[in-house]
């Protein structure tokens, strides 16, 4: 990697359409903060600094999921002013919430619900994806919002050159890890088999069933979790809407091809 | 009791030993070679390993994965590796320089049956980065010359790029007490003086041997096992005198982290060097 | 092995006592179901509990721990973790879980982090009335002979103890006013009827026997795939399970210099990265690879090493999997028994 005269690694961090949340994460890591400051050069961070340069890049951190005309360019713009592109948090993951709705003709209903006929001026709304579907991106670190502490110790492996380290499994594994009785168990919809770990189970460890935020685990058996909870009363468009929230335009494939279920 | 400074009673087998990096060279496009010493004397000479055994190499944040010895304990003292870079522990490994610290634990695995292997014909088979534990008997074999019989080595790369140790493999053709054949599968150089085609091809040119009496080592990347045990078999090597290397996922080398398990064989420890007898007779090993 | 007797309203006290040599741990309620925890407060400690949700191998292998502390200057044993602790009320179930746990991290190297915490802890058994899900009897792990300092055998108005080592009778030392020496008759009597009695509640048995050969037999049924499609790939079984040893490791490092971490954490290898190597292959791709993986060490790959299973009848995983892939619906299947099982009408529609 390039380094720039101070010999650190030069860093961008970007907010799409998000709540911002991620970021302001990042803000309220302030011991840490300080370390960051330290150990990279940020070029660009608007939440924090004003005199941000939009120059060439070590590491682009981009919070948010694509969702006008605008950010399409602009994310195209960052990949490729930066050498390592990292996608922090859910909707720059997997779309999030804003990505919930299956295709582009439900899209668009809803778009008229919401908004009416009006005509957007500045700039034209797409339907919110998650920013690989325009470019390439190196690492992911999903959540809703981030964890602090896989954040940090993420930005420091990037930093020192490793990939960073994520667990690639469900939220089950860290359920069970906090010995929480499963409430799929107790016919409570959980989405924790389908949803990739890193929260911690928190919602489950206060007896919450996991909506599932931090998106889909890379093997998640969608399929048997549907019929699951078909079986256990819940119907069809329930359970679309539940996976649907978060799980953005992954969950799509899954429900398309959804023809033949029977009753 | 201050769980703290507790003395610990029995020693700790997932501490890595301080190492430092001799010597590093890439061997090919995306495979480097490492000579690495313990730094504690008492303990690189204690390091005592066979062939085919491994060790496990850590780098401090990136991680820790297994590696072949690809010395020869005839050598005491330095401990070399071929590394091929595929991930987080080996691109960090790629980055270090020598002088550079690293951690090591090992030796671990069974290694090659060298008591048995005296006295007998030596038939080692190799393809790609195979090479790495193979080396390490051969070396051993051909210092050890008169306590083996016939040693035969064919060795098989993609391209003439690709061979590992293509210079010592060269060097050792000229050897009268080694019978040598090197072939790779496409020569894109124009200037290959050996055999163009798969390993495979290299068995015709194989001198006759004696089977009953015969270890044939076979060790590269998965395909290439179907094949050359057909050669071997055809060649009616007795099916526990065919040994072969395999590859599993390890954590810690030692038995604990249940990674390596086949049925209940753990690859770490019974492994990684299994005979054709043993394959035949347990589920998923190839 | 030298048998006392204890009333029922002198155990507290006892626990009273011994908690000052040590942190006493034993089962609590959580929600509906129970977890070992350690205790500050006596009367929330459960004697009549069945199974706890996670078995108590997370007190000598705690799901996840640091097993080094990392800097540039290399590494330090961290064993932070490790206190002295009394375990109390682990039934003998548990108890030959943590017997076969012994076996797998002794096998070749001792695991220091493992031995030492098992080193660290005194195990007080208690014994324990089956459920719908025990089937303790059919492993032959429903009565224990090894592996604790004290057990516990509750007789209603009395338990009879078991003193199972030195470490144990030092305990009772404490105080041994608390105990009666002399067992009447009567005693014994009460507790051989105990026993035929409790032996009687088992409500279901499976025929272990039989299961080493049908694991190969049927290595290649149809039913493994099934039971693929089902499977949420969730690791639960292995979590719960009181003899799942596998475990992963990962480097936590920090910004600012600060020391990173070894993390050792709990694995199963019903998760998909579980046999993953370098270059993305996979060695179990399948679920249900993965599954057979699984049950071949429950039911067969031990036995053929130890000369017993690896399932000791806890019944956890009956408790815990959503999807009912359990050591009875899968013991059931291998047998030929029709389990009406989540899988059993799984939609094939569904995975179109
Ligand atoms: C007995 C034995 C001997 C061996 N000998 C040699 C030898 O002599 N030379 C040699 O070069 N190799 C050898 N190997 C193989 C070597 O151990 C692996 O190449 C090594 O483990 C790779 O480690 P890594 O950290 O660089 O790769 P990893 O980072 O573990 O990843 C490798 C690949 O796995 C996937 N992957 C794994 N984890 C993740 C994750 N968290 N996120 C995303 N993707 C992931 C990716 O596709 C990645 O490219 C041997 C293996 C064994 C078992
Ligand atoms: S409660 Fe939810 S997250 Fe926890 S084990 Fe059950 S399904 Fe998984
Ligand atoms: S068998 Fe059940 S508990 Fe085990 S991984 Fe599959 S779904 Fe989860
Ligand atoms: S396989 Fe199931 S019943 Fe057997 S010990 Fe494990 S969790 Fe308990
Ligand atoms: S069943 Fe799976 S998780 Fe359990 S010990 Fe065996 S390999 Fe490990
Ligand atoms: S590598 Fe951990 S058990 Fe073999």
Redesign the interface.
């Known amino acids: 990697m390039t380094k720039n005269n101070n010999n650190k690694l030069k860093i961008g961090i970007y907010e799409l359409t998000g709540c911002a949340g991620d970021a302001l994460l990042i803000l309220d890591c302030e011991k840490e903060l300080v370390d960051i400051f330290q150990a990279a050069d940020i070029q660009s961070f608007l939440m924090a600094k004003s005199d941000n340069i939009d120059g060439e890049l070590d590491i682009a951190l981009v919070e948010g999921s694509v969702s006008t005309e605008k950010e399409k360019k602009e994310i195209l713009d960052i990949r490729k002013r930066a050498k390592t592109v990292v996608a922090i948090g859910i909707c720059a993951c997997f779309g999030g919430i804003q990505a919930a709705f299956l295709d582009e003709k439900e899209w668009e209903a809803n778009f008229k619900e919401v908004y009416g006929n009006i005509k957007m001026k500045h700039t034209k709304p797409v339907q919110s994806k998650p920013i690989d579907e325009y470019i390439k991106v190196d690492y992911y670190l999903p959540g809703c919002p981030i964890d602090k502490e896989q954040f940090l110790s993420t930005l420091n492996r990037i930093l020192r050159g490793n990939p960073p380290e994520l667990y690639r499994f469900s939220v089950c594994v860290e359920c069970k890890w906090n010995e929480n009785d499963c409430l799929l168990n107790k016919d409570i919809p959980c989405l924790g088999p389908i949803t990739r770990a890193g929260c911690g189970s928190i919602c489950i460890n206060h007896n919450l069933p996991c909506v599932g935020c931090w998106g889909p685990v890379e093997e998640a058996n969608i399929a048997s979790e549907f019929q699951l909870l078909r079986e256990k009363g819940f119907d069809h468009d329930f359970i679309k809407k539940k996976m649907a929230n978060f799980s953005g335009t992954g969950m799509a494939d899954f429900f398309g091809k959804l023809k033949g279920e029977k009753g | 009791?201050n769980?703290?400074n507790?003395q610990?009673t029995?020693?700790?087998?997932?501490?890595?030993e301080?190492a430092r990096i001799v010597r590093t060279y890439y061997l090919t496009e995306d495979v480097k070679f490492f000579q690495v010493r313990v730094v504690d004397m008492d303990k690189a000479l204690s390091f005592k390993y066979c062939p085919g055994q491994f060790a496990m190499i850590s780098v401090?944040?990136?991680?820790?994965a297994p590696f072949s010895i690809s010395s020869t304990p005839s050598r005491p003292g330095l401990l070399e590796f071929c590394i091929?870079k595929?991930?987080?522990v080996?691109?960090?490994l790629f980055?270090m320089k020598e002088n550079d610290?690293i951690?090591i634990r090992g030796p671990y695995g069974n290694g090659f049956p060298v008591e048995r292997m005296r006295d007998k014909d030596i038939l080692i088979v190799v393809g790609g980065l195979g090479t790495a534990p193979l080396r390490s008997v051969l070396l051993y074999c051909l210092d050890n010359r008169d306590q083996f019989r016939r040693v035969s080595l064919l060795h098989g790369a993609k391209r003439p790029s690709e061979m590992i140790f293509r210079e010592e493999f060269f060097a050792l053709k000229e050897r009268e007490d080694l019978e040598c054949h090197l072939a790779v599968d496409g020569d894109d150089t124009g200037t290959w003086t050996e055999n163009i085609g798969v390993v495979t091809t290299l068995f015709p040119k194989l001198k006759e041997i004696d089977p009953s009496s015969t270890y044939a080592l076979v060790c590269g990347p998965?395909v290439m096992y179907k094949f050359v045990i057909k050669e071997f078999v055809k060649l009616n090597i007795p099916k526990d005198q065919i040994l072969m290397t395999l590859?599993?996922?390890m954590?810690?080398g030692?038995?604990?982290?249940?990674?390596c398990?086949i049925?209940?064989i753990?690859t770490c420890?019974d492994g990684p060097v299994f005979t054709y007898w043993d394959v035949i007779h347990m589920?998923?090993l190839i | 092995m030298r048998i006392i007797k204890l009333k029922k309203d002198n155990l507290f006290p006892f626990l009273e006592i011994i908690s000052e040599e040590a942190d006493l741990w034993a089962p609590v309620k959580k929600g509906d179901k129970h977890a070992f925890t350690i205790i500050d407060d006596l009367s929330k400690i459960e004697l009549e509990t069945t199974r706890t949700i996670i078995p108590p191998k997370k007190i000598f292998t705690p799901p996840t721990f640091s097993m080094f502390s990392i800097s540039d200057k290399g590494y330090k044993e961290d064993f932070s973790h490790i206190t002295k602790k009394i375990l109390f009320g682990i039934h003998p179930c548990d108890i030959h879980g943590l017997l076969t746990l012994d076996s797998f991290f002794k096998q070749a190297y001792l695991d220091p982090y493992y031995l030492e915490a098992r080193k660290n802890t005194l195990i007080l058994g208690l014994s324990c009335w089956p459920d719908e899900y025990c089937f303790a009897k059919s492993t032959h792990t429903h009565v224990i002979e090894e592996g604790f300092d004290l057990f516990f055998t509750d007789l209603k108005d009395f338990f009879l103890v078991w003193i199972g080592s030195s470490q144990g009778d030092d305990l009772i030392r404490l105080k041994p006013e608390l105990f009666d020496e002399g067992l009447k008759d009567q005693d014994i009597q009460t507790y051989i009827n105990w026993q035929a009695e409790r032996d009687n509640a088992y409500k279901w048995n499976i025929k272990f026997i039989a299961l080493p050969d049908l694991m190969e037999l049927k290595y290649r049924d149809p039913l493994w795939e099934k039971l693929g499609d089902a499977c949420l790939a969730c690791g639960s079984c292995s979590n719960v399970c009181p003899t799942c040893n596998c475990y992963n490791i990962m480097d936590k490092q920090f910004l600012g210099g600060k020391d990173g971490k070894i993390i050792r954490h709990w694995d199963a290898c019903t998760l998909e990265e579980y046999s993953e190597v370098a270059g993305g292959e996979n060695f179990r791709k399948k679920r249900s690879d993965r599954l057979k993986l699984w049950y071949t060490h429950k039911l067969q790959a031990y036995i053929s090493k130890y000369g017993k299973p690896s399932c000791v009848g806890c019944g956890r995983c009956i408790a815990t999997c959503p999807v009912d892939i359990n050591v009875r619906t899968v013991g059931q299947a291998l047998l030929g028994e029709k389990p009406d099982a989540f899988w059993a009408r799984f939609n094939k529609e569904v995975t179109k």
């Open positions: 009791m769980g703290e507790k610990l029995i020693s700790n087998p997932f501490l890595p301080p401090v944040g990136a991680g820790e091929r595929v991930g987080g080996t691109n960090a980055r610290l951690g998965p590859e599993r996922r954590k810690c030692v038995g604990k982290c249940g990674h398990a049925d209940y753990y420890l589920r998923e």
